[in-house]
């Protein structure tokens, strides 16, 4: 329920802008496509995680909190033969068009059965000489039988604003 709500206010909110990759409306459209089509598939926990092999999942993140609207490209890079994973935020883009430069990443995130979870830090800047540090977490599920999907929940801390966000990557 509430990722579908995240869904309706970046629609509302979304600004038409430039089509290029990094634009508000594309990043949110390349999370609602990502996302529309997993709902489409009735999509399941992964049932027999891999135990070998490494995979790259890309997508991207919508977030909200009271005031702040933003989208951010996702990517995730698993190890399943340690049970480990990288992450990495960036090309965060408020519903105004306004770019924030900096990324966030989690180094060492923990995969347990289906869950991906792990810290995350970084700093991120609203005009270059503001640049503020982040930090919060990643809770993330792996979706379709080969694994295929990563839906997470995003939180993080910056300048004493909590920001919350879902996100959804494929491989």
Known sequence: MRRF???ALFALSAC???DEQTSFSSLNAKFTDIDNRAVAAGTMETSVMPTSGTATYNGAVAYSNTSVYMVSG???????????ANAT??????????HLS????????TI???SLIGPLSGAL?????????????????????????IGANINFNV??????GFGAAEK
Request: no cysteine.
């Open 159 to 164: 300048a004493g604003v909590s920001i919350s």
């Open 89 to 98: 935020l960036n090309n965060f883009v408020l519903a105004d068009e306004t």
């Open 112 to 114: 347990i059965g289906t």
């Open 16 to 18: 038409s802008g430039s």
């Open 125 to 149: 800047a609203y005009q270059s000489s503001n640049t503020v540090p982040v930090t919060g977490n990643l809770d993330g599920t792996f979706y379709r039988d080969d694994a295929s999907l």
């Open 102 to 109: 900096g990324q966030i990443t989690m180094k060492d995130g």
């Open 74 to 84: 996702m990517q995730v890079k698993a190890n399943f033969a340690n049970n480990t």
């Open 5 to 7: 709500l995240i869904l």
